[in-house]
Nanobody, 121 residues
Framework: QVQLVESGGGLVQAGGSLRLSCAAS????????MGWYRQVPGKQRELVAS???????NYADSVQGRFTISRDNVKNTMYLQMNSLKPEDTAVYYC???????????????WGQGTQVTVSS
């Protein structure tokens, strides 16, 4: 009933930039918290940044000052602008959204399929 589709990943040199997008679709009534996570093989998925429906943001210390999270509540889309990328930013990036569908009062956490970001040194 709800799909999250990420786009914008790819290969970039250290110091470069990428912009990730996450579009939510389906029988959506509203979206509460949204966020970006990343995961490398053998490690737990970690929070990169999150944003509330009111625009309050939170960042991991490792990306503070380099990444910017934003969202368009009309388009149900979230973005992650990543600047000054480092090789250690290499990971699969997942979007997350807490969604209330039109036939429910509950917010359910949904995940995208992931997009690969590779930063070469």
């Amino acid at each position: 009933q709800v799909q999250l589709v990420e786009s914008g990943g790819g290969l970039v040199q250290a110091g470069g930039s990428l912009r990730l997008s996450c579009a939510a679709s389906g029988s959506i009534f509203s979206i509460n918290l949204m966020g970006w996570y990343r995961q490398v093989p053998g490690k737990q998925r970690e929070l990169v940044a999150s944003i509330t429906s009111g625009g309050v943001t939170n960042y991991a210390d490792s990306v503070q000052g380099r990444f910017t999270i934003s969202r368009d509540n009309v388009k149900n889309t979230m973005y992650l602008q990543m600047n000054s990328l480092k090789p250690e930013d290499t990971a699969v990036y997942y979007c997350q959204a807490d969604v209330r569908i039109t036939t429910s009062f509950a917010y359910i956490r949904h995940w995208g399929q992931g997009t690969q970001v590779t930063v070469s040194s």
